[in-house]
T-cell receptor
Framework: SAVISQKPSRDICQRGTSLTIQCQVD?????MFWYRQQPGQSLTLIAT?????????ESGFVIDKFPISRPNLTFSTLTVSNMSPEDSSIYLC???????????FGPGTRLTVL | GENVEQHPSTLSVQEGDSAVIKCTYS??????FPWYKQELGKRPQLIID?????GEKKDQRIAVTLNKTAKHFSLHITETQPEDSAVYFC?????????????FGPGTRLSVLP
């Protein structure tokens, strides 16, 4: 399976600021996704990152708060904008070779907002 | 949309015993059901998966069974070992949204006692 890396691995940020998280894959993948995992909770899909077009957001998540880029088939970024303490969470990217295919996860970014 | 329930939320077994975790899903069109294991501070790792055209799949000590009529699937771990201790998540992939909509269960914390 693909090797997936994320940067940063963790960060502590002040409220009102923004953080951009990077997800890099060592091979081309068709599909990339962004998830949020709050402490002790399950994984919630934020959006599907589509190459060359706008991301597709799940209910409860909006582009202004979580802008996503996907410039090519190996890289995506998620920005958490105007952060508040409620945004403290682990953010994970995942990849799949195609629709209806297995998803593999990156190591995650642990975000703490003070 | 799809809804996935998972039971039990916590499970403690003695080393060598079997563990069973059950998930139910709501969308009869869902057709792919992976199981992920997440150790503390680590990323979710795929351990086994099953598609809707198969009733059972086994990989060494791990097996998954699927009952499409009842809309439930179960993870079976035999001869449990302390290293099986982790949080286990089931997921269901709906047939809508172009195969992108993974919905995760809330997780089961498995403790294997030596």
């Amino acid at each position: 399976s693909a090797v997936i890396s994320q940067k940063p691995s963790r960060d502590i940020c002040q409220r009102g600021t923004s953080l951009t998280i990077q997800c890099q894959v060592d091979s081309q993948v068709t599909m990339m996704f962004w998830y949020r995992q709050q402490p002790g909770q399950s994984l919630t899909l934020i959006a599907t990152a589509n190459q060359g077009s706008e991301a597709t957001y799940e209910s409860g998540f909006v582009i202004d708060k979580f802008p996503i880029s996907r410039p090519n088939l190996t890289f995506s970024t998620l920005t958490v904008s105007n952060m508040s303490p409620e945004d403290s969470s682990i953010y994970l990217c995942s990849v799949a070779q195609g629709p209806y295919d297995t998803q593999y996860f990156g190591p995650g970014t642990r975000l703490t907002v003070l | 949309g799809e809804n996935v329930e998972q039971h039990p939320s916590t499970l403690s077994v003695q080393e060598g015993d079997s563990a069973v975790i059950k998930c139910t899903y709501s969308d009869s069109a869902s057709n792919y059901f992976p199981w992920y294991k997440q150790e503390l501070g680590k990323r979710p790792q795929l351990i086994i998966d099953i598609r809707s055209n198969v009733g059972e799949k086994k990989d060494q000590r791990i097996a998954v069974t699927l009952n499409k009529t009842a809309k439930h699937f179960s993870l079976h771990i035999t001869e449990t070992q302390p290293e099986d201790s982790a949080v286990y998540f089931c997921a269901a992939l709906g047939a809508d949204n172009y195969g992108q909509n993974f919905v995760f269960g809330p997780g089961t914390r498995l403790s294997v006692l030596p």
